[in-house]
């Protein structure tokens, strides 16, 4: 196994722990990917620490745990950085990905403190992507078309648009999870197992009755959302369909979450409350909702500015006026 840590190591200070006759970190990994198994958490979150801690291990080789301290772990970070030109965002979740084994490690008493405890997340400048306009809006529906697929592609922007539904949620959803008589739906998160009811209005209910009748012809499977033959939509089928629609309707820097911030951001501007915005966005705290209500912060201070009654007054005009004539 090529030994990445051993070079980056020989243009730093030797470390001076002593290691401890233990099982080597790639082994350690395993067994934490075990444990998470074990704990029944969501494949996706398994996936995520699979693929970041492979760096780690890679890089590691057959080291202890108790030969790697923050020191090391901070040069693999700037090696990663450097040389396969990770994001911000990319080395955080590494680190969250370290800081996560390593707390295990410390929890089954292999060590007694966490070396990942130590290395920080780089700031990240948070930016939420602009949310769709109205016309956008009105292109990407209308491109839709009126055959069984748009029809079905019309009914599920609509319900991305006005529950500000995740993909993953939108892609699992069943028919028991459709309530037409009460206008909601329930979502079935999987990181968290938890489950909460979202409504959505008669627009959209409309749409849905529109689709699902044409789907009950089509197909026998518990799905919502499938294919012209009755199968049930994959993830690169869902996200390609409905990027090429985009493409044609000439909306440009679409993507499937963008979905999601226009409803958020719609919501708060039509007066909405923010607590109830992140129950129905599933938001485990307010931080995240925060930030939209920052973006209709701004949408105030132009508001304002455009019909503040001083200002519609003229005083700095009659002020300048005075001037002149004194």
């Not at 198994?37 to 057959?62: H, M, Q, S």
């Not at 949620?169 to 938890?194: F, M, T, Y």
């Not at 958020?264 to 938001?283: C, D, S």
């Not at 485990?284 to 949408?299: F, G, K, N, P, V």
Request: positive net charge.
């Amino acid at each position: 196994m090529t030994d990445l840590l051993a070079s980056l190591m020989e243009q730093a200070p030797a470390d001076t722990q002593v290691p401890l006759p233990q099982v080597p970190l790639r082994v350690m990994a395993d067994w934490f990917y075990a444990d998470g198994a074990a704990r029944n958490l969501a494949p996706r979150t398994l996936e995520f620490y699979r693929c970041k801690l492979a760096y780690l291990v890679t890089a590691a080789g057959d080291r202890l745990p108790q030969d790697i301290s923050a020191h090391h772990l901070r040069l693999i970070v700037q090696h990663y950085r450097e040389k396969r030109a990770w994001s911000a965002t990319s080395v955080n979740h590494f680190i969250t990905a370290m800081r996560a084994f390593f707390n295990f490690l410390v929890d089954e008493g292999v060590l007694e403190v966490s070396p990942a405890s130590k290395v920080d997340h780089l700031k990240v400048d948070e930016h939420l992507p602009d949310p769709l306009t109205q016309k956008e809006i009105v292109r990407l529906l209308e491109g839709c078309g009126e055959s069984f697929c748009g029809v079905r592609d019309r009914a599920v922007f609509l319900v991305f648009l006005d529950t500000g539904m995740r993909l993953g949620e939108v892609l699992r959803l069943n028919l028991a999870d459709v309530d037409l008589a009460l206008g909601q739906i329930r979502i079935r998160q999987a990181k968290s197992r938890k489950e909460r009811l979202v409504p959505f209005s008669g627009t959209t209910r409309r749409a849905l009755i529109h689709y699902l009748t044409q789907r009950a012809t089509r197909s026998k499977v518990d799905a919502v959302w499938v294919t012209e033959d009755g199968t049930a939509f994959t993830r690169w089928y869902f996200i390609k369909r409905l990027e090429r629609i985009a493409r044609e309707a000439g909306v440009a820097g679409f993507h499937l979450h963008r979905l999601r911030h226009t409803m958020a951001t719609q919501f708060l501007r039509n007066g909405g409350n923010a607590m109830t915005l992140q129950r129905i966005l599933g938001h485990a705290s307010s931080r995240m909702t925060q930030r939209y209500c920052h973006l209709t912060d701004a949408d105030a201070q132009a508001d304002h500015n455009s019909a503040s009654p001083v200002e519609g007054w003229g005083l700095e005009a009659r002020r300048r006026q005075q001037r002149r004539t004194a």
